[in-house]
């Protein structure tokens, strides 16, 4: 099964959020032992790496993470097609358009995420980490 992660749920680990980070890191651990081919957008790795550069406040410390990262998830391309596809959607969240617009082009079957409404009408089922573990 393909799943797509949100950054929200990739940040709630690398930022150690205590209301989130165990389904979170479940999630992850399920990728790792081949439960679930996890994905994330060529932009969550941009975003993920800007907000873990200025909390560690360490280029080399940031790229290091994202390595790591890369060993867990594969990344989907954000082309024109995707884009184009994400203009076209009613979803008010232009960013979460991108990630259904994605998700579908990669054969996902769902997107984790702690923010669910941000994707009605898109499309693509979503569980929350919690819900998903489960």
Do not use: W
């Amino acid at each position: 099964m393909k799943i797509l992660i949100d950054t929200n749920v990739i940040l709630d680990v690398l930022f150690d959020r205590p209301q989130f980070i165990g389904d979170s890191i479940t999630v992850l651990h399920m990728c790792e032992d081949g439960f679930a081919k996890g994905m994330v957008t060529a932009k969550a790795v941009a975003d993920i790496y800007y907000f873990v550069r200025k909390q560690l406040r360490s280029e080399a410390k940031a790229r290091a993470v994202l390595r790591k990262l890369m060993t867990l998830v594969s990344v989907c391309d954000v082309g024109a097609e995707r884009i184009t596809e994400a203009l076209d959607t009613e979803n008010g969240d232009y960013e979460d358009a991108i990630m259904a617009a994605c998700a579908k082009a990669e054969g996902c079957s769902l997107i984790i995420t702690r923010n669910k409404k941000h994707f009605t009408g898109t499309g693509v089922k979503c569980l929350t980490p919690e819900e998903f573990v489960i």
